[in-house]
């Protein structure tokens, strides 16, 4: 679990998941491979960059594969945010034998490990990251957003993937399992804010997840 109690002040911490890709459209299991926003995910990516655009977003973090970098890219342009950083803790998950399949060729291709991914999810799949890796990483990853926040940033913007968003999330609640899965969907925002204050001398301690998978409607 990780521990919040050590910053002193108040954060915001963002979470975007990339606007809808041409993967996403052809319900491709995209993985680390390239696949580039659609008409619908750039328009989903103005959007998240109008709403962010009130948010004081000092700092936005991306995975370095194009649809979250472009998405990054984006979001910035829309709300005038000076700064993008690329971080390979951002991408997506290794997604092992079942990168780049449609998920309907799947039952047939690999009959055996599609039952057990039913109930297992990706700890079932050859070559795919475990649970415990992606918690190994995204905790490296807050521990970098821990650093950030000491060094006076207060309100940071990461965008990413589905699969990495779950191990951001569990990392903060202990939680070592795929299943549930937490859905979200393109362009989906999650937010986790941090309170560590002083009131009436008295030391007030508050981190909450705020959003989880917030939709904006596009226009």
Not at 68 to 85: F, G, L, R, S
Not at 201 to 212: G, P
């Amino acid at each position: 679990m990780i521990d919040f109690r050590e910053l002193q002040g108040k954060g915001n911490f963002y979470f975007l998941r990339h606007g809808e890709s041409s993967g996403n459209i052809d319900r491709i299991i995209q993985g680390r491979r390239e696949y580039p926003l659609s008409e619908t995910g750039i328009k989903q990516a103005e959007e998240a960059g109008k709403w962010f655009a009130a948010k004081g977003i000092e700092l936005i973090l991306t995975s370095p594969l194009s649809r979250a970098k472009a998405t990054a890219e984006i979001v910035a342009a829309e709300a005038e945010i000076a700064k993008i950083e690329l971080c390979d803790q951002l991408t997506e998950l290794d997604t092992g034998i079942f990168t780049g399949l449609m998920w309907r060729d799947i039952p047939d291709k690999h009959p055996e490990q599609w039952s057990l991914f039913q109930k297992e999810s990706w700890e079932s799949v050859p070559q795919a990251e475990t649970m415990a890796d992606l918690l190994e990483r995204t905790a490296a990853f807050w521990q970098f957003l821990k650093s950030l926040h000491r060094r006076g940033r207060r309100n940071i913007l990461s965008v990413t993937h589905s699969g990495t968003l779950q191990g951001i999330i569990k990392s903060t609640l202990n939680y070592r399992e795929w299943m549930p899965l937490i859905p979200i969907a393109n362009c989906g925002i999650c937010h986790f804010s941090l309170d560590n204050t002083r009131n009436n001398h008295q030391s007030v301690y508050n981190c909450q997840w705020e959003m989880l998978n917030y939709q904006l409607l596009i226009s």
